[in-house]
T-cell receptor
Framework: GDSVTQMEGPVTLSEEAFLTINCTYT??????LFWYVQYPGEGLQLLLKATKADDKGSNKGFEATYRKETTSFHLEKGSVQVSDSAVYFCALVVQGGSEKLVFGKGTKLTVNP | GAVVSQHPSRVICKSGTSVKIECRSL??????MFWYRQFPKQSLMLMATSNEGSKATYEQGVEKDKFLINHASLTLSTLTVTSAHPEDSSFYIC????????????FGPGTRLTVT
């Protein structure tokens, strides 16, 4: 079946540090890939997406590149801020397949000033 | 942006009782709503999909008689956990979409259910 594996958290960084959260996937078809973010007390919201191989999704300084050869979609940010503290979820959906969002377990990021 | 609310945010109930969780889309009409469950340190797992005025579609392994879903209007869906037991304790999250783009879901903040 379809699944997403992301790095265990929590991750604690100092402000302006470089962030990488690893995400790999297995899929029965050709997936679209997503990162969602959940800020404290709020619902998940879509952060960025990529729908085909080599696409780069980007938003709010975050980036992730769809790597078909390594089945990965790692999230990166060059300089994190305290306001980036949140839980980050990697997810996929296989169009024409189950058409359900399949999530990873989430990675909690804390950024200290 | 579109907002989805859930009520209550936390609930504690005794074993054997039923508890209802509400999910509302505050500023849009939701064609479809979804209910997820999240155990500690686990992924969000889709429980069911509901369309207004139709019976919910449950995922394999989810007991439809235990988790009753009612989608009575385009802005409200409810999940009732019947005869709750401690193993039903979990974090329940709803989401909604306005069209058919499955990844453009607007998520509620979740409801923490504890069954004692």
């Amino acid at each position: 079946g379809d699944s997403v594996t992301q790095m265990e958290g929590p991750v604690t960084l100092s402000e302006e540090a470089f962030l990488t959260i690893n995400c790999t996937y297995t899929a029965t078809g050709y997936p679209s890939l997503f990162w969602y973010v959940q800020y404290p007390g709020e619902g998940l919201q879509l952060l960025l997406k990529a729908t085909k191989a080599d696409d780069k999704g980007s938003n709010k300084g975050f980036e992730a590149t769809y790597r078909k050869e390594t089945t990965s979609f790692h999230l990166e940010k060059g300089s994190v801020q305290v306001s980036d503290s949140a839980v980050y979820f990697c997810a996929l959906v296989v169009q024409g397949g189950s058409e359900k969002l399949v999530f990873g377990k989430g990675t909690k990021l804390t950024v200290n000033p | 942006g579109a907002v989805v609310s859930q009520h209550p945010s936390r609930v504690i109930c005794k074993s054997g009782t039923s508890v209802k969780i509400e999910c509302r889309s505050l500023d849009f009409q939701a064609t479809t709503m979804f209910w997820y469950r999240q155990f500690p340190k686990q992924s969000l797992m889709l429980m069911a999909t509901s369309n207004e005025g139709s019976k919910a579609t449950y995922e394999q392994g989810v007991e439809k008689d235990k988790f009753l879903i009612n989608h009575a209007s385009l802005t409200l869906s409810t999940l009732t956990v019947t005869s709750a037991h401690p193993e039903d304790s979990s974090f329940y999250i709803c989401s909604a979409i306005t069209g058919t783009t499955i990844y453009e879901q607007y998520f509620g903040p979740g409801t923490r259910l504890t069954v004692t």
